[in-house]
């Protein structure tokens, strides 16, 4: 995500910076379920840490890219015990929301309806979430998780021009 920002406010990076940061991602899926975790397969994968993941391969460019449509097979069969009862709901949540948008399509439609359907219901008279981190955090995450579909940061639009050749073809970075 730094490269991508970085990308977007004018640095110029080495096409490679890019195609290590992918490799480094598809490094640490877990290929018997397509969930990913922070370093290689050393069995700390998870829904938070897969819908980071689908969310970086797609601002790196890998639009649809078969790894992260096995991650997002994972979060599809698994968020709704993992981000209610596992460990981070609220930062899975803003996670997998921001990946799953990312990819469009039926897994997002499907994630977002249960989303609002679901924490809407856990906001607290006084408006706020809370959970493992306090209300703060989770009350900023749960709006942040709300605010995808918004697109407010440029970083996060889905049809941003620094992936696309002046035919407005995709080029895959």
């Not at 480094?24 to 840490?49: C, M, P, V, W």
Request: proline share 3%; charged share 25%.
């Amino acid at each position: 995500m730094a490269l991508r920002s970085a990308r977007l406010n004018g640095a110029v990076l080495p096409d490679d910076a890019i195609e290590k940061a992918v490799l480094y991602i598809k490094r640490a899926q877990r290929a018997s379920d397509g969930a990913f975790g922070y370093q290689g397969d050393n069995g700390q994968h998870a829904e938070t840490l897969t819908g980071a993941a689908i969310l970086c391969l797609e601002l790196c460019g890998r639009h649809l890219d078969p790894d992260a449509l096995k991650g997002a097979q994972f979060v599809r069969k698994t968020y709704q015990r993992s981000l209610l009862g596992g460990d981070h709901p609220y930062y899975g949540l803003y996670y997998t929301a921001q990946g799953l948008f990312q990819l469009g399509g039926e897994q997002w439609r499907e994630f977002e309806s249960w989303m609002y359907a679901t924490y809407m219901k856990k906001q607290q008279p006084d408006g706020c979430w809370n959970g493992e981190n306090g209300s703060v955090y989770c009350t900023s995450m749960a709006v942040l998780a709300f605010a995808v579909p918004y697109r407010m940061l440029p970083i996060y639009q889905r049809d941003e021009t620094v992936d696309v050749n002046e035919k407005g073809e995709e080029t895959g970075k």
